[in-house]
């Protein structure tokens, strides 16, 4: 190669770092999501919860007359109202831990694309995207920004157990209709 195709080649990849740089809001693989909103955050036992929701101003706990039993497994869950940029708060809990968290917030206050976007400059790129939700995912969390308004972190390992034993059960199902329907 002669000095003019080494320049040349020197020039294009210049021009190519200056005009074409390196997408820096692609989500990083080695920063973690946030597991929750404040203090209040997956893993946390139904007692370390309670807490969290009673010492933070953006939510209305009334204590008991705010947990009931989720009619799928049995298992508690915390519906509390909101105050200012939250409207209400979902915590479900699985083997006594909050393992979902969905936060329903004011769209007076707050709209779609604040938010997509600060979670888009924080985490970068969501890792998956279309017009009714953007998710934002690393090994152990799940973060999901869906419209109107609803932000909701997932622990990733419940999850898939839940999803799981899920499967489980329709496979038993299925096998069960199956023997009860050759009776006839």
């Known amino acids: 190669m002669n000095a003019a195709q080494k320049f040349g080649v020197v ?16 989500q990083d693989p080695d920063l973690s999501l946030r597991r929750g909103f404040r203090a209040v955050q997956l893993g946390l036992t139904f007692a370390e919860a309670e807490d969290a929701l009673r010492g933070d101003s953006a939510f209305q706990y009334r204590g008991r007359p705010d947990v009931s039993m989720a009619l799928s497994d049995g298992q508690e869950q915390i519906d509390t109202r909101g105050r200012g940029y939250v409207d ?9 831990r909050v393992y979902n968290i969905s936060l329903y917030l004011n769209q007076q206050r707050v709209d779609y694309f604040q938010l997509f976007e600060q979670l888009r400059t924080r985490y970068g790129d969501p890792v998956d ?20 308004l609803t932000v909701q972190y997932l622990d990733l390992a419940v999850f898939r157990e839940r999803r799981g034993q899920a499967r489980t059960r329709e496979a038993v199902e299925d096998t069960t209709r199956e023997a009860f329907l050759e009776e006839f």
């Open 11 to 26: 020039l294009v990849a210049i021009v190519l770092l200056v005009f074409f740089p390196k997408n820096t809001n692609a």
């Open 88 to 96: 209400r708060g979902l915590l479900a809990f699985h083997n006594g």
């Open 129 to 148: 995207l279309d017009p009714q939700r953007a998710i934002w995912e690393d090994e152990t969390t799940r973060i999901e920004l869906e419209r109107p």
